[in-house]
T-cell receptor, first 111, second 114 residues
Framework: QQPVQSPQAVILREGEDAVINCSSS?????VHWYRQKHGEAPVFLMI?????EQKGHDKISASFNEKKQQSSLYLTASQLSYSGTYFC????????????FGTGTSLTVIP | KAGVTQTPRYLIKTRGQQVTLSCSPI?????VSWYQQTPGQGLQFLFE???????NKGNFPGRFSGRQFSNSRSEMNVSTLELGDSALYLC?????????????FGSGTRLTVV
């Protein structure tokens, strides 16, 4: 039931764009996105709720396709500070069931 | 505003011992969740507490237990430690129960079992 993310790893040059996908085998109520830098705790980026889409940052946005049980995170004009591991987090209902984190995507931005 | 505080930051224990980890959520946050993070398994859900009640539990053996106090502080206990319990244990708090609110994570407790 753990969401699967793709790609597992990606290397970008500054200014390039990237897309990270999160796919679940279960119906989703909401999707969270987090970024974790090496040696640090995960940091919340944004939530996407069923029936809507929420953008957390100017150059980092996301979409949520309820029918396909998928979410995608879009990073545009990447900066060095974007490097880290990105996790999606999902749950099938608002308060019930477990909250599952995805398998993670390692993103490295190089000069 | 203080963040999520986890103590201790590092622990070294021997197989068979037990350990208690502590988490103080952001002031006003009533929901606390615990996760185990390992290189091979990623972030695995342990428990979720809200208003002193365990709302959800992950697929971990009964050696893993937790509780939440009236001030929303939470503890988790692992008894009869095994080598495989070595991991980073992360606590996250949220303003309310439910996934409409983002989680704020603490810096974690790095547990090493030898």
């Amino acid at each position: 039931q753990q969401p699967v993310q793709s790609p597992q790893a990606v290397i970008l040059r500054e200014g390039e764009d990237a897309v990270i996908n999160c796919s679940s085998s279960k119906a989703l109520y909401s999707v969270h996105w987090y970024r974790q830098k090496h040696g640090e705790a995960p940091v919340f980026l944004m939530i996407l709720l069923k029936g809507g889409e929420q953008k957390g940052h100017d150059k980092i946005s996301a979409s949520f396709n309820e029918k396909k049980q998928q979410s995608s995170l879009y990073l545009t004009a990447s900066q060095l500070s974007y490097s880290g591991t990105y996790f999606c987090g999902t749950r099938g209902s608002n308060t019930g069931n477990q909250f599952y984190f995805g398998t993670g995507t390692s993103l490295t931005v190089i000069p | 505003k203080a963040g999520v505080t986890q103590t201790p930051r590092y622990l070294i224990k021997t197989r068979g011992q037990q350990v208690t980890l502590s988490c103080s959520p952001i002031s006003g946050h009533r929901s606390v969740s615990w996760y185990q993070q390992t290189p091979g398994q990623g972030l695995q859900f342990l428990f979720e507490y809200f208003s002193e009640t365990q709302r959800n539990k992950g697929n971990f053996p009964g050696r893993f237990s937790g509780r939440q106090f009236s001030n929303s502080r939470s503890e988790m206990n692992v008894s009869t430690l095994e080598l495989g319990d070595s991991a980073l244990y992360l606590c996250a708090s949220s303003a309310r129960q439910g996934t409409n609110y983002g989680y704020t994570f603490g810096s974690g407790t790095r547990l090493t079992v030898v």
